[in-house]
């Protein structure tokens, strides 16, 4: 079978090791095709081990010590032939350790070089601890998750670490990039997932300041945030759930049709927000008489909108999942199809999009997660390091590796 190119093969990024939003900033990059070396720390004889980083397959691993003068001018190195390096450090780390931003663009121009940190690097939150749920807190958006009465509820580490910062980095990065291909210069870019989870809510929040009626009210009290019962997620006789999103009025008499309600002339207009709760209750009742897979049966090949709330467990053998190939089988267990996917179409020598697909999860499914500086050699050697050198600086605890 032809091999399979992806967009970003020929790319050499820098991830300093970290958890959570650069590692799954590197992740998407290295789906894609770039070559991720994940620079893992050395202190003294041992490297600092992450073993709750498991965003790493088919990345790279190199073991420096950075404290030591030898160990950065390692890095310096590396950074000269790397197109990206993404700091996962607080601001003003890279630069006690002789590695701003500044410093090493004046010797690798092309380099672009990605600050991913929780408030950005200015303002007087900057240089404080916090995570996922005290960035998006002060981004505004963690205010309007949540029911009605109830306290702000945060979507697990989803939306600050995942959405605001690994993604909205990786989009910086492919931002800077195509700008590159016209200037030949590298960018700075300062990635907040603080700012990413505003910019994020930008609809939300517009709808507020704009005051058109559709988010004018207190959390849990608006049409998408589980104020309405036609947009809600309705507990099934099982105890399963089922989730219901019948916006638009056909949208909406469908999902009436399939509850049994189309006939009933005493239900209210769909709009009306005094009979949300009355609708809501009524729904409750309707949608705990049968099972979540009948209810799925029930509205399947309807716009109703409705859709079953699968454990994470079930998208194995869900027939939509499957179809995507959702879920797949690799050298490391269980894995997840990346996204969004792209294929070739107009060049008729190439593979078939089902060809394609399925050559993509093949790639994923024998990519291995990084062991802590197993390819300190191997990378050190194609930066053009002699193998004397490495044995030095393995020597001296400028580096290290794993056997």
């Not at 790397?82 to 630069?95: F, T």
């Not at 939150?125 to 029911?147: E, F, K, W």
């Not at 409750?284 to 079953?308: H, L, N, S």
Request: net charge negative; aromatic share 8%.
């Amino acid at each position: 079978m032809e091999d399979l190119n992806l967009p970003l093969e020929g790319l050499v990024v820098l991830e300093m090791s970290g958890l959570a939003p650069v590692p799954y900033c590197g992740l998407i990059l290295a789906d894609f095709g770039a070559t991720v070396i994940r620079v893992d720390r050395v202190v003294g004889d041992s490297i600092v081990s992450q073993p709750i980083d498991q965003l790493t397959r088919g990345k790279h691993s190199i073991a420096i010590n950075l404290k030591h003068k030898e160990g950065v001018e390692v890095l310096r190195s590396l950074a000269k032939k790397a197109d990206v390096l993404i700091d996962s450090y607080r601001p003003g780390v890279m630069e006690k350790l002789g590695l701003s931003p500044e410093s090493l663009m004046s010797e690798a121009p092309r380099l672009i070089y990605a600050r991913l940190t929780g408030f950005g690097q200015t303002g007087p939150y900057a240089l404080r601890a916090g995570h996922d749920i005290n960035y998006i807190a002060l981004s505004g958006a963690l205010s309007v998750l949540g029911r009605r009465g109830q306290a702000p509820l945060f979507p697990s580490n989803i939306l600050g670490d995942f959405a605001s910062g690994g993604m909205m980095c990786a989009l910086g990065i492919m931002f800077a990039l195509y700008e590159r291909k016209s200037t030949g210069r590298g960018k700075l870019i300062d990635s907040s997932m603080m700012d990413g989870a505003a910019y994020l809510a930008t609809f939300i929040y517009k709808l507020r300041v704009g005051r058109t009626g559709w988010w004018d009210n207190d959390r849990g009290c608006n049409a998408l945030d589980s104020g309405a019962h036609f947009y809600e997620v309705y507990e099934t006789l099982d105890h399963k759930y089922i989730s219901v999103g019948a916006i638009e009025g056909p949208f909406y008499s469908e999902l009436l049709k399939g509850m049994g309600l189309a006939e009933r002339t005493d239900l209210p207009d769909q709009t009306d927000q005094t009979q949300w709760p009355r609708m809501k209750q009524l729904f409750k009742e309707i949608f705990a008489k049968k099972t979540r897979d009948e209810w799925e049966q029930i509205f399947m090949g309807t716009d109703a909108c409705v859709a079953p709330v699968l454990e994470m467990h079930e998208l194995t053998g869900h027939p939509q999942a499957t179809a995507r190939q959702l879920v797949f089988k690799g050298d490391n267990g269980l894995d997840v199809m990346m996204a969004p996917r792209l294929f070739d179409v107009q060049n008729t020598t190439k593979l078939s999009i089902q060809q394609q697909q399925q050559q993509q999860i093949d790639q994923l499914s024998t990519k291995k997660l990084v062991v802590e500086g197993a390819n300190t050699v191997t990378v050190l050697k194609k930066f053009g390091f002699e193998s004397d050198d490495i044995d030095r600086l393995i020597e001296s605890k400028n580096m290290n590796r794993t056997c």
